[in-house]
T-cell receptor, first 119, second 113 residues
Framework: GAGVSQSPRYKVTKRGQDVALRCDPISGHVSLYWYRQALGQGPEFLTY????????KSGLPNDRFSAERPEGSISTLTIQRTEQRDSAMYRC?????????????????FGPGTRLTVL | AQTVTQSQPEMSVQEAETVTLSCTYDTSENNYYLFWYKQPPSRQMILVIR??????QNATENRFSVNFQKAAKSFSLKISDSQLGDTAMYFC??????????FGAGTRLTVKP
């Protein structure tokens, strides 16, 4: 497909379990971003990558959250020891150009999201 | 810190009429970008329109246009000839060069037949 894909689309887990959320960006897109969106609110930035390098992880809430993009394409967001407050929609986005460039090539395109429910 | 404020949690408009969604932001940056994203019931995030702060001309995309007032730090979205498919949450977003994107809380727009 031509768009950003995420899997799974829905994830229900028990408190204390680890979860891994996957993002497959648009082919050729250099930058990849992770956001968390609570119901009724706008997306909240978590972290982003240029190629395989994690550029900014200041938005990650705590050390239970981590992300990687080892080959500069697919990325995984991992949440360890999940808690009920982690329940949210987790969104991935990608852009053609790296952060900080001008022009429309840095426009972010979003995936459908993974809805995480922690029981 | 940059903040984005959407002061209208909900709005409605009759089909074929025009509606304007408000957005204000706070920043000390001079170069930045502003966006409107649409989130329909499917919860996809779809880019509606984009504006570069250095451009004086307001961006337009078919029925969607913005009123960008840099001095007032205002970035409103006008939807003309509203269609039922325009029913969605609309998020205003701000990004300074080299920084992460910040979103407003959203405005829920309902287009009534």
């Amino acid at each position: 497909g031509a768009g950003v894909s995420q899997s799974p689309r829905y994830k229900v887990t028990k408190r204390g379990q680890d979860v891994a959320l996957r993002c497959d960006p648009i082919s050729g897109h250099v930058s990849l971003y992770w956001y968390r969106q609570a119901l009724g609110q706008g997306p909240e930035f978590l972290t982003y990558f240029n190629y395989e390098a994690q550029q900014d992880k200041s938005g990650l809430p705590n050390d239970r959250f981590s992300a990687e993009r080892p080959e500069g394409s697919i990325s995984t967001l991992t949440i360890q020891r999940t808690e009920q407050r982690d329940s949210a929609m987790y969104r991935c986005a990608s852009s053609l150009a790296s952060y900080g460039t001008s022009g429309s090539t840095d426009t972010q395109y979003f995936g459908p999201g993974t809805r995480l429910t922690v029981l | 810190a940059q903040t984005v404020t959407q002061s209208q949690p909900e709005m409605s408009v009759q089909e074929a009429e025009t509606v304007t969604l408000s957005c204000t932001y706070d920043t000390s940056e001079n170069n930045y970008y502003l966006f409107w994203y649409k989130q329909p019931p499917s919860r996809q995030m779809i880019l509606v329109i984009r504006q570069e702060a250095y451009k004086q001309q307001n961006a337009t995309e078919n029925r969607f246009s913005v009123n960008f007032q840099k001095a007032a730090k205002s970035f409103s979205l006008k939807i003309s000839d509203s269609q039922l498919g325009d029913t969605a949450m609309y998020f205003c977003a701000f990004r300074a060069i080299g920084n992460d994107m910040r979103f407003g809380a959203g405005t829920r727009l309902t287009v009534k037949p």
